[in-house]
């Protein structure tokens, strides 16, 4: 028997063919068979454009009905997802064409005649086909002269053949990509279904993007395999948000939706009341945060903690206290424990870094067999790189993390990519990239200097930075120093520089 995920999804298609699917903001709306066709369509252009079980698609395209139906055709034909961010740049898709090899890269229409230049110069073998958000573009143009053929059927697969490549940002710059095979996706869903207690009246309220693990195998799986209604916006906006909370009765989103809709009058406990569960997550949730939104609404917010590579790993309780600043307890059958550089427990109550096992747990990073061995302990444990404690319970609170990594509006920055470009400029001797709380974002990147002679201001550092690096990524402040803190080993102390600077963005909205 096949273990090819999209069968599951298409039993549960089959056993409410009716009902609505993605419910769009100009009023239309996919049902559940509808998208079933559709994504058997999708997989006969793969089919047509030579793109066979295991290779790989490459997606850049805006939140679309037809991004999620291409994302199930190639579920169904066995192709390798690989969603990219779309406020990545030229610049860095041409990492992702070289270290893909896909056969087939969808981008936005706008940007289809570039990025047919830089395929054949970076990757030849890539066809390149464009998706609007309208369901315009040149493979809609692929897929209408195919016409209205029979369902496609589903391609076989077992439950260790990749599904999708998710690229997570390395430290030292160099984007990993990290394989999730169908058994991943299919176990972790099922998991959180039954641990969230989603019911057949449950409708999703969905403003995330599709090109993450939070938009797509979290919130989007939980819905489709339950065959539930997804009201589906382009983006996160507010004020859509307020008017569509009535309809819904669970959201999902990261701390910045909250913060964001705090700051809206109409937020108020009879526009949620028929609301069931407000999950948080890909960030830090202040407990700030999470009593307002309390106080506000009446409800809790539910935080649980995950990452690319195993998606969810823990979750705060569905019934029973949820503990502000914490990400809760290990989810059914991951095992996880807080442990020291050697991989052995940590008492509880001590901090030590996560490391997780379980079916969860990715396969490795593509193309990368010495990085994938250094992340895995000899007894299967994925060494996230997230410091925390374990209380006597059980109960996960992160407090840091090991690498640096900044978390801005829920997306990963690393700082050193950063600073490899910044250090780069003329005005610069050298730098440090550093995340602080941030109002809005959960934290801000700022970026520390030594200037060569005048100070450096935001306005030359964005100029540096333009169109090379995604916009979440750039610094939002920059500080000038006349040296960097460094240890007696000539490390640079971010710690210290956070601190210094922790209350930047907190001053700023003050003024």
Request: glycine share 10%; charged share 20%; net charge negative.
């Amino acid at each position: 028997m096949s273990e090819n995920f999209f069968f599951l999804l298409q039993y549960a298609f089959s056993r409410h063919p009716e009902r609505p699917a993605l419910l769009l903001e100009d009023g239309s709306e996919l049902c559940y068979r509808d998208l079933d066709s559709l994504s058997s369509r999708f997989a006969g252009v793969l089919a047509s454009l030579g793109i066979g079980a295991g290779d790989r698609v490459l997606v850049q395209t805006d939140k679309s009905a037809q991004a999620v139906a291409l994302y199930l055709g190639c579920l169904r034909h066995g192709a390798i997802y690989v969603p990219i961010n779309t406020a990545y740049t030229e610049a860095e898709v041409a990492y992702f064409l070289m270290d893909a090899e896909p056969g087939l890269f969808v981008c936005r229409v706008a940007e289809e005649a570039a990025y047919t230049g830089l395929a054949q110069e970076r990757f030849p073998a890539t066809l390149v086909r464009s998706l609007g958000g309208q369901g315009d573009g040149s493979l809609m143009v692929d897929l209408d002269a195919l016409g209205a053929a029979d369902l496609t059927p589903v391609v076989p697969r077992s439950a260790a053949d990749v599904a999708a490549i998710l690229y997570t940002s390395g430290t030292t710059g160099r984007s990993k990509g990290a394989m999730l095979t169908h058994g991943n996706l299919a176990t972790s869903a099922a998991v959180l279904i039954d641990f969230w207690g989603w019911q057949d009246d449950d409708v999703l309220l969905h403003a995330l993007p599709i090109f993450h693990v939070h938009g797509l195998f979290v919130a989007l799986h939980c819905a489709m395999l339950t065959a539930t209604p997804v009201i589906f916006l382009r983006g996160f906006d507010a004020g859509a948000v307020i008017e569509a909370l009535p309809r819904a009765t669970v959201m999902m989103g990261v701390p910045t939706f909250y913060t964001r809709l705090l700051a809206r009058s109409e937020l108020d406990r009879s526009l949620c009341a028929g609301m069931r569960l407000f999950i948080s997550g890909s960030a830090p949730l202040t407990g700030q945060t999470f009593e307002a939104w309390e106080h506000r609404t009446g409800h809790r917010i539910l935080e649980r903690y995950g990452m690319s590579e195993t998606m969810m790993n823990t979750s705060n309780p569905l019934v029973g206290e949820r503990v502000a600043g914490t990400v809760g307890f290990p989810l059914p059958g991951v095992s996880l424990r807080i442990a020291d550089e050697t991989g052995a427990t940590v008492p509880a109550g001590e901090v030590g870094v996560i490391e997780v096992r379980g079916p969860n747990v990715f396969c490795g990073y593509w193309q990368m067999p010495e990085k994938t061995a250094q992340e895995f302990r000899p007894d299967g444990f994925f060494i996230t790189g997230d410091q925390a404690v374990m209380d006597a319970v059980g109960r996960v609170s992160i407090v840091g993390r090991e690498k640096d990594m900044i978390i801005s509006g829920g997306y990963n920055v690393y700082p050193k990519e950063i600073e490899s470009l910044i250090d780069g400029m003329p005005q610069v001797i050298e730098s440090a990239v550093i995340g602080v709380p941030h109002p809005d974002f959960g934290e801000g990147v700022v970026a520390v200097v030594v200037p060569a002679g005048e100070a450096v201001d935001m306005a030359e550092v964005n100029t540096a930075l333009a169109g090379v690096l995604a916009r979440f990524k750039q610094p939002k402040a920059v500080i000038n120093l006349p040296s960097l803190p460094r240890n007696a080993m000539g490390k640079v102390q971010k710690n210290q520089l956070r601190a210094d600077y922790a209350g930047l963005f907190a001053e700023a909205s003050s003024t």
